[in-house]
């Protein structure tokens, strides 16, 4: 039974409704678990079992109820033209709706009832109902077959209502219970209100699309010393292009030749230009300085750093916090609930207050409930977050993080290369004996094997003292957490910690203060190294940034007990955890978690674990693709700064969706009363279907409005 997680686009979804509607049809059907469907992004998320799942019977059934699954992979550029294709689309078709709609409300206001006048009232209605409202009257048939509902329900039901009620009153001669203005004009103010959400929608992706921007769609191509400009896809692995002056670079590749500068701080934040000569990497979407570059493809496309970024953000904005849950619960019983209140409202006042109004009444509460402001309060905030975050150095992944930030407690930080500079020095290689040149040519070849940090620094110390040809290494293995092995002329080498030491020779290590790591054989102690690595300049205000939080900060390193000790002394530390592996940092993790809330800070394969087991796991932009990958936020500019501006941006996004929250449950509390004529009597405080048309048209603005203020503000405070 082979089970596989998809991520496709649904079209077709008008309100919060949908969503729900379109999940509970996928959650019915065989073989579909885990299902994930957002308003806000057109995202559909399913976990499939391969051997039960239909897709036809999926597509069909949601086909059904107005809705369009696609699941062939569309890029992020192709997502966002469509976008901006519907929106031209929605605005012609306004612009035509309008010539009708503004002649009705002129005849409507002016109350003329003379029979040619009515007939014009009758035809415009007719127009603008049946046929600008098409997609709202076949969506809420569709619905009503499934036995659903959403707001085209509400909408259609309150246009047809009042315009069928006209007809019969026009032909009776009744007046007073002719709404062919509220009939065509419902219609139109939400469109105009469907028109402006999406507009807003569109603009809060702005920070993706200036993503997007930054990725030429041409590349010109180096082959058989002929040059020729051909699209970026085309482009295979390991061909030639070569970059111009003052041109953005197309892919990630190495420079074969040519010296140049790029500006590379779309990546890093760094406004100085990197120098880039034969063997230096660059990446699509920097910005090419005065020289000429040929450069070899190594990654193309979404494979490449920015594909992957941009990947992640249209992920991280299908990813739902959990305070979402709260309004999903309320939506998926807010049309049902409207049109009961719509009925009992009709009932009340036909009946025990024997008004004429009782219809108006009844389809006011139909027009102006809104479940769109609801279901758009927390996913349009996490698509401006994530979209902010992106252009300040943070590549989030799982939206919820930026809700459990707000109630963390602990925050356990890396040692190397997170609170130091990660480019540790060796301050000593010691051989407590005699050594061979064998030995000294040993430990250099299985070094230059290892990929730690203080690998590195220990290959650049040798290179500079010795050199030799290097024997061949034989059955090497790397051990996340203790070190390297490998075998030599058929005797077994090692390097690694003091822990490593113990378990294979059995025997305690040398007591060492310093960063270090052991050279030795199943004999015993050939060689240490004792490593120095200062302390991150920007350590200390991130500290400082934590404790002003209420977060305690806490070192957890495999590096040795002495050393992180002394690390965690120098930043004035209380709390720290010296030679942990892998497992120990898990255990650690979840110990702090019976706690509190915990955040795991690193970058090394021995931390992937701890960093998924964590409430929030950040990596930094230097970090391992498996630390990057276990993480829910990626720092994609080197340093520390963006971990505060984490938090600033976690407050701002909490606080926007509590005021769209405020908004929307606050008009709909107001609205639906003063609808359903509750202050009519006392204070002649009533509405006509027009008026409640207008308002539902525009409460959604309210929400999108708050969402995009976001943009505007700055994350460095």
């Given at each position: 039974?082979?089970?596989?997680r998809?991520n496709?686009a649904?079209?077709?979804?008008?309100?919060?409704?949908?969503?729900h509607?379109?999940h509970?049809?996928?959650?019915?059907?065989?073989?579909?678990?885990?299902?994930?469907?957002?308003?806000?992004?057109?995202?559909?998320?399913?976990?499939?079992?391969t051997?039960?799942?239909?897709?036809?019977?999926?597509?069909?059934?949601?086909?059904?109820?107005?809705?369009?699954?696609?699941?062939?992979?569309?890029?992020?550029?192709?997502?966002?033209?469509?976008?901006?294709?519907?929106?031209?689309r929605?605005?012609?078709?306004?612009?035509?709706?309008?010539?009708l709609?503004?002649?009705?409300?002129?005849?409507?206001?002016?109350?003329?009832?003379?029979?040619?006048v009515m007939?014009?009232?009758?035809?415009?209605?007719?127009?603008?109902?049946?046929?600008?409202g098409r997609?709202?009257?076949k969506?809420?048939?569709?619905l009503?077959?499934?036995?659903?509902?959403?707001?085209?329900?509400?909408?259609?039901?309150?246009?047809l209502?009042?315009?069928?009620f006209?007809?019969v009153?026009?032909?009776?001669?009744?007046h007073?219970?002719?709404?062919?203005?509220s009939?065509?004009?419902?219609?139109?103010?939400?469109?105009?209100g469907?028109?402006?959400?999406?507009?807003?929608?569109?603009?809060?992706s702005?920070?993706?699309?200036?993503?997007?921007?930054?990725?030429p769609?041409?590349?010109?191509r180096?082959?058989?010393?002929?040059?020729?400009?051909?699209?970026?896809?085309?482009?295979?692995?390991?061909?030639?292009?070569?970059?111009?002056p003052?041109e953005?670079?197309?892919?990630?590749?190495?420079?074969?030749?040519?010296?140049?500068t790029?500006?590379e701080?779309?990546?890093?934040?760094?406004?100085?230009p990197?120098?880039?000569?034969?063997g230096?990497?660059v990446?699509?979407?920097?910005?090419?300085?005065?020289?000429?570059?040929?450069?070899q493809?190594?990654?193309?496309?979404?494979t490449s750093?920015?594909?992957?970024?941009?990947?992640?953000?249209?992920e991280a904005?299908?990813?739902?916090?959990?305070?979402?849950a709260?309004?999903?619960?309320?939506?998926?019983?807010?049309?049902?609930?409207?049109?009961?209140?719509s009925?009992?409202?009709?009932?009340?006042?036909?009946?025990?207050?024997?008004?004429?109004?009782?219809l108006?009444?009844a389809?006011?509460?139909l027009?102006?409930?809104?479940?769109c402001?609801?279901?758009?309060?927390?996913?349009?905030?996490?698509?401006?977050?994530?979209?902010?975050?992106s252009?300040?150095?943070?590549?989030?992944?799982?939206?919820?993080?930026?809700?459990?930030?707000?109630?963390?407690k602990?925050?356990?930080?890396?040692k190397?290369?997170?609170?130091?500079?990660?480019?540790?020095?060796?301050?000593e290689?010691?051989?407590?004996?005699?050594h061979?040149?064998?030995?000294?040519?040993?430990?250099?070849?299985?070094?230059?094997?290892?990929?730690?940090?203080?690998?590195?620094a220990?290959?650049?110390?040798?290179?500079?003292?010795?050199?030799?040809?290097?024997?061949?290494?034989?059955?090497?293995?790397?051990?996340?957490?203790?070190?390297?092995?490998?075998?030599i002329d058929?005797?077994?080498?090692?390097?690694?910690?003091?822990?490593?030491?113990?378990?294979?020779?059995?025997?305690?290590?040398?007591?060492?203060?310093?960063t270090h790591?052991?050279?030795f054989?199943?004999?015993g102690l050939?060689?240490?190294?004792?490593?120095?690595?200062?302390l991150?300049?920007?350590?200390?205000?991130l500290?400082q940034?934590?404790?002003?939080?209420?977060i305690?900060p806490?070192?957890?390193?495999?590096?040795?007990p002495?050393?992180?000790?002394?690390?965690?002394?120098?930043?004035?530390?209380?709390?720290?955890?010296?030679?942990?592996?892998?497992?120990?940092?898990?255990?650690?993790?979840?110990?702090?978690?019976?706690?509190g809330?915990?955040?795991?800070?690193?970058d090394?394969?021995?931390?992937?674990?701890a960093l998924?087991?964590?409430?929030?796991?950040?990596s930094?932009a230097?970090?391992?693709?498996?630390?990057?990958?276990?993480?829910?936020?990626?720092?994609?500019?080197?340093?520390?700064?963006q971990?505060p501006?984490?938090?600033?941006?976690?407050?701002?996004?909490?606080?926007?969706?509590?005021?769209?929250?405020w908004?929307?449950?606050?008009?709909?509390i107001?609205?639906?009363?003063?609808?359903?004529?509750?202050?009519?009597?006392?204070?002649g405080?009533?509405?006509t279907?027009?008026?409640?048309?207008?308002?539902?048209?525009?409460s959604?603005?309210?929400?999108?409005?708050?969402?995009?203020?976001m943009?505007?503000?700055?994350?460095?405070?």
């Amino acid at each position: 039974m082979a089970k596989e997680r998809v991520n496709w686009a649904l079209s077709g979804m008008t309100c919060a409704g949908c969503a729900h509607s379109a999940h509970t049809i996928a959650e019915g059907m065989p073989g579909v678990s885990e299902v994930q469907v957002r308003y806000a992004s057109g995202a559909f998320k399913a976990t499939i079992d391969t051997a039960e799942f239909d897709l036809h019977s999926l597509k069909e059934n949601l086909a059904k109820a107005g809705y369009g699954l696609t699941t062939e992979y569309r890029t992020p550029q192709e997502r966002i033209a469509s976008q901006h294709a519907a929106l031209l689309r929605k605005r012609n078709e306004l612009i035509l709706a309008t010539t009708l709609a503004l002649p009705l409300l002129v005849i409507g206001m002016m109350h003329l009832m003379a029979p040619r006048v009515m007939g014009v009232q009758f035809f415009l209605a007719l127009t603008l109902t049946a046929y600008f409202g098409r997609h709202i009257h076949k969506k809420a048939f569709q619905l009503a077959l499934n036995l659903a509902t959403n707001m085209d329900t509400l909408v259609s039901l309150g246009s047809l209502v009042a315009f069928t009620f006209s007809i019969v009153g026009w032909i009776n001669h009744q007046h007073q219970q002719i709404y062919f203005e509220s009939a065509g004009l419902i219609i139109y103010f939400i469109l105009i209100g469907k028109y402006l959400e999406d507009r807003g929608k569109a603009s809060n992706s702005k920070a993706l699309a200036e993503l997007i921007a930054l990725q030429p769609q041409q590349a010109l191509r180096v082959e058989d010393g002929k040059e020729e400009r051909v699209p970026v896809e085309v482009l295979e692995l390991d061909q030639f292009i070569r970059i111009q002056p003052a041109e953005r670079v197309p892919v990630d590749g190495i420079v074969i030749e040519g010296i140049s500068t790029i500006d590379e701080s779309t990546f890093t934040g760094e406004p100085l230009p990197v120098d880039k000569k034969q063997g230096a990497k660059v990446w699509a979407g920097t910005l090419n300085g005065s020289g000429g570059l040929l450069v070899q493809v190594t990654h193309t496309g979404r494979t490449s750093a920015l594909g992957n970024i941009i990947d992640a953000v249209v992920e991280a904005q299908g990813t739902a916090a959990p305070i979402e849950a709260l309004t999903d619960r309320i939506s998926k019983i807010f049309v049902p609930t409207i049109l009961a209140l719509s009925l009992a409202t009709g009932v009340f006042w036909h009946f025990y207050m024997d008004s004429p109004k009782a219809l108006i009444y009844a389809i006011d509460v139909l027009v102006i409930a809104c479940p769109c402001a609801l279901g758009l309060a927390t996913p349009l905030a996490m698509v401006a977050a994530t979209g902010m975050g992106s252009k300040n150095g943070l590549l989030i992944k799982n939206a919820a993080a930026l809700q459990t930030a707000q109630d963390l407690k602990f925050a356990l930080l890396d040692k190397t290369g997170t609170l130091t500079l990660g480019a540790p020095t060796v301050l000593e290689l010691n051989w407590p004996q005699e050594h061979s040149d064998l030995q000294l040519q040993a430990l250099t070849a299985l070094n230059s094997k290892g990929t730690h940090p203080l690998n590195h620094a220990l290959a650049a110390h040798l290179a500079a003292n010795h050199s030799s040809a290097l024997p061949t290494i034989k059955r090497f293995k790397a051990l996340p957490g203790k070190g390297i092995q490998g075998k030599i002329d058929g005797l077994t080498y090692y390097l690694g910690s003091a822990n490593f030491f113990r378990e294979i020779c059995n025997t305690e290590p040398p007591t060492l203060t310093q960063t270090h790591s052991l050279f030795f054989t199943d004999e015993g102690l050939l060689a240490t190294v004792s490593f120095e690595d200062a302390l991150h300049p920007d350590a200390p205000a991130l500290i400082q940034r934590l404790h002003d939080l209420g977060i305690v900060p806490i070192v957890a390193s495999g590096d040795t007990p002495a050393a992180v000790a002394q690390c965690a002394a120098a930043l004035g530390l209380k709390f720290h955890h010296g030679g942990l592996l892998p497992q120990d940092k898990l255990a650690l993790v979840q110990e702090y978690q019976k706690r509190g809330r915990t955040l795991m800070l690193g970058d090394g394969i021995n931390d992937a674990i701890a960093l998924n087991a964590a409430d929030i796991g950040m990596s930094m932009a230097h970090g391992t693709a498996v630390a990057q990958e276990s993480a829910d936020i990626v720092l994609t500019r080197e340093g520390l700064p963006q971990i505060p501006q984490f938090f600033v941006l976690s407050r701002l996004t909490m606080q926007t969706i509590k005021g769209n929250l405020w908004w929307a449950f606050g008009y709909n509390i107001i609205a639906i009363p003063i609808a359903a004529g509750a202050f009519s009597v006392a204070y002649g405080l009533e509405l006509t279907p027009m008026m409640a048309s207008i308002a539902m048209s525009f409460s959604s603005l309210g929400v999108v409005a708050n969402s995009l203020r976001m943009h505007n503000k700055s994350l460095s405070k």
